[in-house]
């Protein structure tokens, strides 16, 4: 009997072998990064230095900017040295590594959505009850628990994963470190692991998703019975913003993992992954500063605020 070789490091196929495309994915790719993290810092910075948006739902906010800069930063690093350098290994260390953050940040973010929503369901449906049921004890406590969910989860998933035997081939058909495209390759038995994955995608996927969706229908009920069209639209733009990304967020997601991992099917599969772990963290502070008045205003007064000190400075100097 031949001695099983275990591998070393995976080879990841990336977004596709078209050398003359390799520039200009890279610059895609890095305009999108750069984007996307100083987006989010805006964002965060934006938030803690006006006190108008010291409220809950832009504590929220935050937690969501940092958990997309480090979301995007999971992914994003590792594809611009491949298109820059042309090399596409990863060892099976870093690779799991690499799957580890990524399912604590995805997990977070689920999460994360719920108890956003679960704060527009209060300030729409119960505003009076609002002040005491979301102090900043409770935010805190909803945010911790988001996060630890998402550490917990991911590291259940990963250290099976991690277990598993690769023998060959090496090659991952994704442009990170995935679970599904990883079982692929592995020489043990998956059966017990899949399993696991299903039953951890209820409270993982499957209940944020649900609780995110029950507190907008009875959000958009809240709103339809408000009598005044100016009371209307005065309600729902205070979570429109909201509901955008999460539009966003879970259409691609479900997408992702319904489509079947067929051949044909996979650089489809590839496209609307790119796209929710991506363009998802690029998007949502666009929608937040684009979509919502109060941090325009924020961003508004900031800028003033610089063009004033500038103005001042420039003055002293002569």
């Known amino acids: ?18 050398r003359e495309l390799q520039t200009s994915l890279f610059l895609l790719c890095l305009t999108i990064y750069t984007v996307t993290v100083v987006g989010n810092i805006l964002v965060i910075v934006l938030v803690i230095t006006d006190p108008h948006l010291h409220t809950p ?24 040295v491949s298109f820059l350098t042309g090399d596409r290994t990863i060892s099976v260390q870093w690779c799991m590594t690499q799957f580890f953050f990524f399912g604590t940040f995805a997990t977070s973010e689920c999460y ?29 406590q909803l945010v911790t628990g988001s996060w630890s969910a998402g550490l917990l989860v991911s590291t259940g998933i990963t250290s099976c994963i991690s277990r598993q035997r690769f023998c060959g081939p090496n090659a991952i058909d994704h442009f990170f470190c995935e679970e599904a495209p990883l079982l692929e390759l592995s020489c043990s038995d998956t ?12 409270p993982d996927v499957v209940f944020p998703f649900l ?21 209307r639209h005065k ?24 489509l079947p991992r067929t051949v044909p099917l996979r650089q489809l599969n590839k496209m609307f992954s790119f796209f929710y772990t991506v363009l998802t963290p690029l998007i949502n502070p666009l929608i937040y500063s684009l979509r919502n008045r109060e941090v325009k205003g924020a961003l508004g007064r900031v800028v003033r605020r610089v063009l004033l000190a500038w103005t001042a400075s420039t003055r002293c100097g002569f």
């Not at 679960?118 to 900043?136: F, G, K, V």
Request: charge should be neutral.
């Open 1 to 18: 009997i031949e001695p099983i070789t275990l591998l070393m490091e995976f080879f990841l196929l990336g977004l596709g072998d078209a």
């Open 57 to 80: 739902m832009y504590f929220f906010l935050v937690n969501l900017s940092s958990l997309e800069t480090c979301y995007s930063s999971t992914i994003l690093p590792r594809l611009l």
């Open 112 to 140: 994360l959505l719920a108890v956003m929503s679960y704060d527009r369901y209060l300030a729409i449906c119960q505003p009076l009850l609002y002040a005491s049921r979301m102090n900043w004890k409770v935010c805190l």
């Open 191 to 202: 059966g017990m692991i899949r399993i696991l994955i299903i039953i951890l995608s209820f």
């Open 211 to 231: 609780f995110t969706l029950a507190s907008y229908v009875c959000i958009i009920a809240a709103i339809l019975r408000i009598p005044s069209t100016t009371g």
């Open 235 to 258: 309600a729902f733009s205070t979570c429109s913003s909201h509901l955008t990304v999460v539009i966003v967020f879970y259409v691609t997601l479900i997408i992702v993992y319904m």
